[in-house]
Structure formats: structure tokens, C-alpha cells
């Protein structure tokens, strides 16, 4: 066994931990910064609506009316507290899911490894790296197996930096020292002594790389990429460069990518005192665009603006002429009065309140069933998805490999199961490679008698090659072990024509059973034989096949049902082969689970030509991750909404592409996971299902909410147009500015509270999803929000009127009625609202134990009651009801909406 291996860390305890963090800080580059409270105040000031409340207010004043004008600013202030409570309860979300969402790294404290937020990591502490992790703080290697590093955020170079260990430096420089072939150590030496200059030392360089010491031309290539930090008045140049804090073999940096390979590291630096923080770069967030939903919105918010504002100027017209027993600046003032009253009832400023909330409420909700949403225009976005690109390993299966079955060609099964043993990593965290060492143990080869020489060399698994291999002396022999894809180790082996027919057929034999294949070969070699750069000059000798069965997740059949019913086209996308890859496709009943295209395939195909395929394909095989841009592009180009799930560094630009990039939270990357727009926190299929049913419970919802603000305000927006034309008096109209107020403060919760809590339609996933150029007001429901704000102005309105001309001196009262009716109403419409095909009632007992309906319905009543039946009455200008005249209102208002029952009930036996 390695020294490595056998080597123990110690990290620090949790006391020692918490020491160092009031010392150095927390891990962070930039503190985040609060948004000022008036400046949210501020924001919500500029709103047309509350312009407009403040400008009735003063007008109030000006009237000599004081009394009015403070409880209009009461109303103001209360409308804006709603605002802004929704607005810290939406942050204080969004912060939640940040939370959920920082990144984690393993690191070893009290001697046992635990998961921590990297903003707690400290200097000296031990912490774990692998494939995909974006390193949280500068550090020293301690053990390197494999690792390469992207450290092109700092240097500039794209090309990945394999890191070693310190010891191993170490050991190299030593090497070097000690060489006496080529005195490299004395030609150190002379530089320092003749403080020689770099121009010089190149030409040694270069005089050197004409000899055959290719291990000593290497190590001088290194001392090239460092010229720029060597100082000859140093005592030794090698020494000075390896101990500089730029760009080392051994340490690694914050804000850099693992792409291969694992390795323990002792945190050096963290925060601004990385490298990170000492050239002052800082995490940006780009600029949000508006989404399409947010867009239609604005415009719709920007159009009844601008009717509102030709609708003052009619209105207030029209009553300027309508009194004119009045004194010229009462009827100026009056007329403004009426006029800002209609632009009041006008302009639905509830639209960005709904899209904040919703989006906000419903990226909390889907964190809690474990799919954790990074961007909240993806909320919206999820509802439309029509095709969604998966993983098999993980995503459809349990991600458990196991060994199912082998096949040997020598006939030496112990000789198979020890090479497949070398072929792992001691400290393997790969599925396969786990498996393989559990299925030793069970034949009798444990770590200890598989790892009991020297691992002196690795060939490296790449998506090109897919294959890897590890050199391991032995006594007196090398061994060479190698494993991978049986089409690329087939051939490399030394087989004659009928060998290989026989392992191809072992192969499909197994493959058609639903297992991964994975072949495994050797070679032995002597101790004092060359060992090959790569695996492909090792004429390998082929030792066997190795089955792995990752058996399909439970339900996942039923979730592939629902996917179908619901017009969501799922594709897996694996690197397995094709035939395993179809075998589990079809224990899973997915649709054309008998085409496949593979990634060869693929690489042959153009654009058009893939576009083409793909309409009928649901299966790509052998895929490495940058098929998979290519993939999601295809589809996109064909007018899909696309959903794609990842979890390696490569999978990153792919999953930005996507509509909706899935990350997996268990095995992906933290590199996929920035890229990603929703993180599945289980890596489970059946988790994406329900996640694109919430969004498209999110959006329908959404859409109701609408339809809902359009239908309340148009008895509002039409009672202030019509009474000035029918000669209505300003002081006996059905709702002054005071009462417009009064409605908003009962919309802004409907709209935000109640509608967001609609539980989706029973049928939500037995339709395809929408078209992605659909309108969120679309013509059916602006025909319906109209039809339906018409009944309730017709009832409330006629219930004033009618009052008004039995008792033209009693205006209070036809007031009270007309106002009861709208407020009745109001709560009746959201039920009748919740579904375009099931019945009021089934909204009443879905919601019969939600504690929130129940106080808001009840707070409506309450509130009802109060204004007619006590001394605020008085302050609206209202007066109490009779009971004859508060049932008449209530049954009035019932009439108004339940009609729509009724075309419910129609349309179901149609």
C-alpha cells in the first residue's frame, strides 16, 4: 500500500474552529448589504396608485374636509404596509432559499467528516475535493489522486493543471537535486552565483531539451511557466517559485473548478486573504432581464394606465359641467376628485404584487418537496416544459450499482476480479468503482491484499478515451490493469477475429439483460520494462465483461404515465450503451424505447439531419456532455420547451441552455448547480414530475388571479365612468375615493394570499402543457373576466341606483348596499374562480381546514359588519343596514357570480 493511502489526517475541533473563524472571519469575499427601508418605501411610493391616493388626500384637505383627508392617509399607509410586509415576507423567502442553496464542502473536523456552509471554513482547516467541487479557499495539496484543476478564472489558460501533493514536490526537486547525469543543481547554483539572468537560463533550458532526460526536460518546462517569478538573487530559484503564492503544483485556489480527480487540502487562506479577495474580484450577479410573463404584465399594468388617464380627463369633464350651482374652484376641485377616483379604479396595480408573491410563495413551496429554485422566472417557465431530457444513472435508477453478472474469457475468474480491483481507486467514491471493490470482498479480495504494492502511475478516464488504467508494482512484475467502454478496450487488446466476435456477443448477451457492460484487461509486464505513456501502445490482454444493474426507482413507471398523459416528452440521455439503455426504457414503459441514436451516431448527423431524428428518437447512448447542448438545441429549434437535468462541470453550458436546467443536488457538481435553474435535492425522477405539476398549478393560478383583478375592478372602474353621465352628484356617488381605497385593501390579499393557496386542478396533468407564446390574459378569460365584472357592476350598481331613486336624499344608504354587494361578491368569485370545470363548493371543502381562508373570509365579514355597524360607518359615509336590506345586498351578490355554476355545469354535459 502507498504512503499516501496509509497517511492520516487531522483536522481541527469544532472549539478550535470557532477560535480561528472570530480570528480570520467568515468565508466570504463580499458582505452582503440590506436594502435601505425607505428606499423600499420609496419604490413603492412611485407606484401610479399611490400617487393618486396621496393626490385624493390632499384634495380631501383643500376641501376642508380634514377628517377625510386622515383617514385617506391611514388607508394610504395601510395599503403600503401591505406592500411592504409582502415584500420582506418575499425576501425573507428568497434569503431562505439562498441559504438552502450556499455551497457546501466535506471537511474533517473532531475526526470525523462532516458537510459545512464553505462560509465557515477557516485556515487549518482539512477539507475534501472531487470531480465538479469549485474550491472555497486557497490551500496546500496534502493528497492528490488524479486531481486536474480549471484554473482559467485566474490565470487566463484554459488548459486544466494536474496538482500533486507537497511530499511529492518535494520528492521531485529532490530528484532533480540529486540527478548527476545532468547537473541541473549546480546550474542553479552558478545562477546564483552569478546572479544570471532569465535570457540565460532559457538557453540552458533549451541545450538541456536536446538530451534524453525527458523526466529532467519536463521538470525544466516547469521552471519555463514560472520564469516571471524567478529571482536569481534567491538561494535557490526553484525553491523561491514553488513557495510563491502564484500559480503552484501544489495548492490550490478559491473560485477554481475540480474537473478530475479527487484530493485533500489544508485551507491556507480564506476570504479576501485568497487570491480572490487580493485582486479585489468580487461575485457579481448579472442584471435580471424581464421575463415574457413579467413583460405582458407591464404592458397590461402601462395600458389601463393610459386609459385611466384619458378616462380622467372625460370624467372629470363631465362633472365639471354636471354641477354647476358650484363655486368655479369646488367644481374644479370636484372634478379632479372624480376623475382620480375612476383613474384609481383603473389601473390594476395588484399585477406585480401577484407576480412577486406567486413566484416567491411558490419557489418556498417546491423547496419544501425537496426541488430547490434558483431563479424564480423559472417558477413560471416549469408549467410549459414539453420535453425533459434526463440522465438514466441517478435520475431513473436508484444510482445503487451493484455487480449482477461476469463473464470471463481466460477462465480465471480470480484474475478478472483482481484486475477489476486495481482498476479502482483505493478511496473510490464512483458507483462502479464501489461496486467493484464490495463485489472483491465478497470473492475474497479485500482493499488490503488488492493494494498491497505501489501505485506508480495512472491513465486517466477522459471523455474521448473512455477508458482508464492503473500501473501497480507487484514483487517482481508491473501490472498494467485497465477498464472501460468494450467498444474502445476491444481495441486494444490482442484478439484474433473469433475472440472478438465471442466478446461482442458476451457483451449484448449482457447488455440485453439491462446491464452496464464495462470491459476489463491487463497487462503484466517486468520490472524492468518500459512502462507505456498510454494506454493504447499497451497491447492489453482482455480478461472479461462485467456486468452492473442500477435497477429503475420505484414509481418511476408511474411517473413516466403521468409525463405522457400530461404531453411531456421524456428522452434519456446516458453514456451507457444503447441496448442497456433500451432495456431499461422499456421495464419503465417510455415511449419509443426501441430508437436510439448513439453519440457516434450523433457526431455524424448535422443540424437539420438531428432535428429531423429527434422527432421520433427518445434515446442517446454513449453520450458524453457536450452531445447534450447539442441535444437540448435541437429541440428548442423545434419549438420545445426543454427541462434538462445534469450534474458534471461539462453538463454546465448545456443545462444554461436548456429553459430549465435541472441540477442534481445529491451527486452534482456546485458547478452545474450555478448554471442550474432549479437544484432536484433528492435526484429523484418522480421529484421533476411533481415539480413541473406545481408550476403548472404556479401559473394557472396566476392566471386566475388575473382574470380575478380584472372581474373586481371593472364594477369599480365602470360605477365612477357611468354615474357622472347619468347626473349623479360627486357627493352621492356609489364609491369615493375613500371606498376605492377600502377594496384595494380587500383585493391585494385576495389576489396574493387566497389564490396562491388554490391546490392544482384534478386534471392539471391530463392536458398538454401550454403553447410558449400564450398570453397569461388570454381571449377566453378577458371574455369571462369582463362577463363576469359586468353581472357584479349590474348588481351593485343597480342595487345603488335603484335605492338612490327611491330615497334621492339618502345616498349613505344605497351606498352601503351597493358596497356590500361588491364585497360579497369578492369573496364568492375566488371560489367560483379556483376552477374552470369543478363547482364552487369543491373549493370550499379543499380549503375547509386551511386556517387562512378561514381568517380571511371571516376577517371580510368582520370588517363588513364594522363598517356598517359601527361608528366608522359614519367616516365612510355610509349608513347601517336593515336586515331586510342586508339580505336583499347578500342574495343580490350571490346571484351576481353563481351564475358562472351554472355554464360550469353546462360545458360538462357538453
Known amino acids: 500500500m502507498t504512503s499516501q493511502q496509509n497517511q492520516k489526517f487531522y483536522g481541527l475541533t469544532t472549539a478550535k474552529a470557532k477560535e480561528l473563524q472570530k480570528q480570520f472571519g467568515k468565508n466570504e469575499l463580499t458582505k452582503k448589504e440590506k436594502d435601505s427601508f425607505f428606499l423600499k418605501l420609496l419604490q413603492v411610493l412611485k407606484e401610479p396608485m399611490f400617487l393618486l391616493l396621496i393626490i385624493a388626500a390632499i384634495i380631501y384637505f383643500i376641501l376642508g374636509e380634514p377628517r377625510d383627508g386622515a383617514i385617506m392617509l391611514v388607508f394610504v399607509i395601510g395599503i403600503i404596509g401591505i406592500d411592504v410586509f409582502q415584500e420582506w415576507k418575499t425576501d425573507k423567502t428568497l434569503n431562505a432559499l439562498k441559504d438552502l442553496s450556499a455551497p457546501h464542502i466535506t471537511v474533517l473536523r473532531d475526526d470525523k467528516e462532516q458537510v459545512l456552509n464553505s462560509a465557515d471554513l477557516v485556515p487549518g482547516d482539512i477539507m475534501y475535493i472531487k470531480e465538479g467541487v469549485k474550491i472555497p479557499a486557497d490551500g496546500f495539496v496534502l493528497k492528490a489522486s488524479t ?116 484530493g485533500v487540502i489544508l485551507v491556507d487562506k480564506i476570504g479576501p486573504a485568497t487570491e480572490y479577495g487580493k485582486i479585489g474580484q468580487s461575485i457579481i450577479s448579472a442584471p435580471e432581464t424581464p421575463t415574457p410573463l413579467q413583460k405582458q404584465v407591464g404592458k397590461l399594468v402601462k395600458t389601463c394606465a393610459a386609459i385611466a388617464a384619458l378616462l380622467f380627463v372625460l370624467v372629470g369633464t363631465v362633472t365639471f359641467f354636471n354641477i354647476p350651482d358650484h363655486k368655479l374652484l369646488d367644481r374644479l376641485i370636484e372634478s379632479i376628485l372624480s376623475g382620480v377616483t375612476l383613474a384609481m379604479a383603473m389601473i390594476p396595480e395588484e399585477f406585480p404584487v401577484i407576480l412577486t408573491v406567486f413566484l416567491s410563495m411558490g419557489a418556498w413551496r417546491l423547496a419544501k418537496k425537496h426541488s430547490l429554485v434558483r431563479k424564480l422566472p423559472s417558477v413560471e417557465t416549469l408549467g410549459a416544459v414539453s420535453v425533459l431530457c434526463v440522465d438514466k444513472t441517478g435520475t431513473i435508477t436508484m444510482n445503487q450499482m451493484t455487480v449482477k453478472e461476469t463473464w470471463c474469457f481466460t477462465k480465471d475468474k480470480r484474475l478478472l476480479n483482481q484486475t477489476m480491483g486495481l482498476g479502482c481507486k483505493y478511496d473510490a467514491y464512483d458507483p462502479m468503482e464501489k461496486a467493484i471493490l464490495s463485489y472483491c470482498q465478497t470473492q475474497g479480495l479485500s482493499k488490503d491484499s488488492l493494494f498491497n504494492g505501489e501505485l506508480i502511475k495512472e491513465y486517466a478516464f477522459t471523455n474521448e478515451s473512455k477508458i482508464m488504467g492503473h500501473v501497480w508494482e507487484k514483487g517482481n512484475e508491473i501490472i498494467i490493469a485497465a477498464k472501460g467502454s468494450p467498444e474502445r478496450l476491444l481495441n486494444l487488446c490482442c484478439l484474433s477475429t473469433t475472440e472478438r466476435k465471442l466478446a461482442e456477443e458476451n457483451v449484448i448477451k449482457l447488455s440485453r439483460k439491462g446491464l452496464r457492460v464495462i470491459a476489463i484487461a491487463q497487462r503484466i509486464l517486468s520490472i524492468d520494462d518500459t512502462i507505456p505513456n498510454s494506454l493504447k501502445n499497451c497491447n492489453l490482454q482482455l480478461c472479461g465483461m462485467v456486468g452492473f444493474t442500477d435497477p429503475p426507482r420505484e414509481n418511476i413507471n408511474k411517473s413516466i404515465e403521468t409525463c405522457t398523459k ?211 390574459l388570454t381571449t377566453k378569460t378577458f371574455i369571462k373576466s369582463i362577463l363576469q365584472g359586468l353581472a357584479i357592476f349590474i348588481a351593485s350598481f343597480g342595487t345603488y341606483y335603484t335605492s338612490l331613486n327611491i330615497n334621492p336624499d339618502n345616498a349613505p344608504v344605497a351606498r352601503a348596499m351597493g358596497l356590500t354587494v361588491i364585497l360579497v361578491a369578492n369573496i364568492l368569485l375566488v371560489h367560483v374562480n379556483s376552477s374552470e370545470t369543478e363547482f364552487a363548493m369543491k373549493s370550499f371543502v379543499h380549503l375547509i381546514k386551511d386556517k387562512i381562508m378561514w381568517v380571511y373570509s371571516l376577517g371580510i365579514i368582520t370588517s363588513l359588519g364594522l363598517i356598517l355597524y359601527s361608528p366608522l360607518s359614519d367616516f365612510l359615509k355610509l349608513t347601517p343596514l336593515t336586515f331586510n336590506q342586508l339580505l336583499i345586498s347578500i342574495l343580490i351578490a350571490i346571484v351576481s357570480v353563481m351564475w358562472y355554476e351554472i355554464v360550469k355545469l353546462i360545458k360538462k354535459h357538453l
Not at 195 to 205: N, P
Not at 248 to 258: F, M
Not at 669 to 686: C, G, K, M
Request: include cysteine; aromatic fraction near 4%.
Open 147 to 262: 486531481l486536474c484543476i480549471d484554473e482559467s478564472s485566474l490565470t487566463g489558460e484554459a488548459e486544466g493543471v494536474w496538482k500533486i501533493s507537497m511530499d511529492k514536490l518535494q520528492q521531485e526537486k529532490k530528484t532533480i537535486l540529486s540527478n548527476e547525469s545532468i547537473s541541473f543543481a549546480s546550474s542553479i547554483d552558478k545562477a546564483q552565483q552569478e546572479k544570471d539572468t532569465i535570457a540565460k537560463l532559457q538557453q540552458r533550458k533549451e541545450a538541456i531539451l536536446t538530451s534524453e532526460n525527458v523526466n529532467l526536460a519536463s521538470t525544466i518546462n516547469k521552471i519555463e511557466q514560472k520564469e516571471d517569478t524567478i529571482n536569481p538573487n534567491s538561494v535557490s530559484s526553484e525553491y523561491a517559485a514553488d513557495n510563491k503564492d502564484y500559480w503552484r503544483r501544489d495548492y490550490c485556489y478559491a473560485g477554481t473548478l475540480v474537473t478530475q480527480g479527487t
Open 566 to 776: 400530461a404531453g411531456v416528452r421524456v428522452v434519456m440521455i446516458t453514456g451507457d450503451n444503447g441496448i442497456t439503455a433500451s432495456s431499461i426504457a422499456k421495464q419503465i414503459n417510455m415511449p419509443n424505447n426501441d430508437k436510439i441514436i448513439t453519440g457516434d451516431q450523433l457526431n455524424k448527423f448535422n443540424d437539420e439531419e438531428l432535428k429531423e431524428r429527434i422527432k421520433t428518437v427518445s434515446i442517446f447512448s454513449r453520450v458524453i456532455p457536450e452531445h447534450k447542448m447539442r441535444i437540448v438545441k435541437a429541440f428548442k429549434d423545434s419549438g420545445e420547451i426543454v427541462a434538462m437535468t445534469g450534474d458534471g462541470v461539462n453538463d454546465a453550458a448545456a443545462l444554461k441552455y436548456a429553459d430549465i436546467g435541472i441540477a442534481m443536488g445529491k451527486r452534482g457538481s456546485e458547478v452545474s448547480r450555478e448554471a442550474a435553474d432549479l437544484i432536484l435535492l433528492d435526484d429523484n425522477f418522480s421529484t421533476i414530475v411533481d415539480t413541473i405539476k406545481d408550476g403548472r398549478r404556479i401559473y394557472h393560478n396566476i392566471r386566475k388571479a388575473v382574470g380575478y383583478v380584472f372581474s373586481i375592478h371593472i364594477p369599480i372602474a365602470v360605477s365612477s365612468l357611468l354615474a357622472p353621465f347619468l347626473g349623479i352628484t360627486p357627493a352621492n356617488l356609489l364609491l369615493l375615493p375613500l371606498h376605492v381605497v377600502l377594496l384595494e385593501l380587500v383585493i391585494d390579499p385576495t389576489c396574493s394570499i387566497i389564490l396562491e393557496r388554490q391546490p392544482a386542478e384534478e386534471d392539471i396533468m391530463d392536458h398538454p402543457p401550454r403553447a410558449p407564446k400564450e398570453k397569461i
